[in-house]
Structures are given as C-alpha cells and as structure tokens.
C-alpha cells in the first residue's frame, strides 16, 4: 500500500472518530445542555489521538521485496537480513534481489545498513 494511500486512510479514519464521537453525543443529550462547544473539543481530541497513532502508521511507508538466496561451497558462513540494520532508518527499497555463491563468508543485507 502507498504512502499516499495510508495517510488518505489515516485523515478519514481519524475525521470518522470526530463524528463517532460527537454525532451520537449530541443526539443523546436531552434539551441541548453539552452545547458544540463542549462536544467538538472532546471529540476532537479522540480524534487527534486517532490521527497521531494512524499517522505513525502512515509514516512507516510501505515495504519493499526482499530476496536473498546464498550458497556455500565449504565451511563459511552466511548471513542474511532482510530490512534496515542500524541507527539510520531510511526509504526500504521497492524490490532487492541478492544471490551469492563462494567458500567463505557470505553476508547479504536487503534494506539500510549503518
């Protein structure tokens, strides 16, 4: 899923919690005595709590492929990662192809290394 399409998701999820909210509560309240000004303020910190977790969500932008095969002809050894490695968060990739073959040590990292 695109970036673009999870932040679209996370905005109208977050404005359907304002009116989940604040609809009901002021159909219940007999005589009008929670006026807006009251009801909108509660409902929109529902909603802003709504949109700071979707929006985290959003933010962590879709992930890439990864594909790693490796061979080994002798006694070394082989590692492999898939994703970021390190402090540096970064973009993941659309796609990583890897393959490796040898007799020694092999190490693949699909993603960020630092």
Known sequence: MS???RWFLAVAA????FFLIAVPW???VPGG???WDVIAPVAGVFAAGALAG???WAAQGGSGNV???AETTGTGDIE??????GGTAGSSPAS???KAKGGGNINQVGGNRS
């Open 80 to 85: 492999q990662i898939g994703g970021n490695r």
């Open 54 to 56: 979707l929006g985290w």
């Open 33 to 35: 005595d929670d006026p």
């Open 96 to 98: 990583v192809r890897q």
């Open 26 to 28: 002021a159909l219940v």
């Open 3 to 5: 970036v673009a399409v």
């Open 14 to 17: 977050s404005v359907l919690v």
């Open 67 to 69: 594909y790693q095969s």
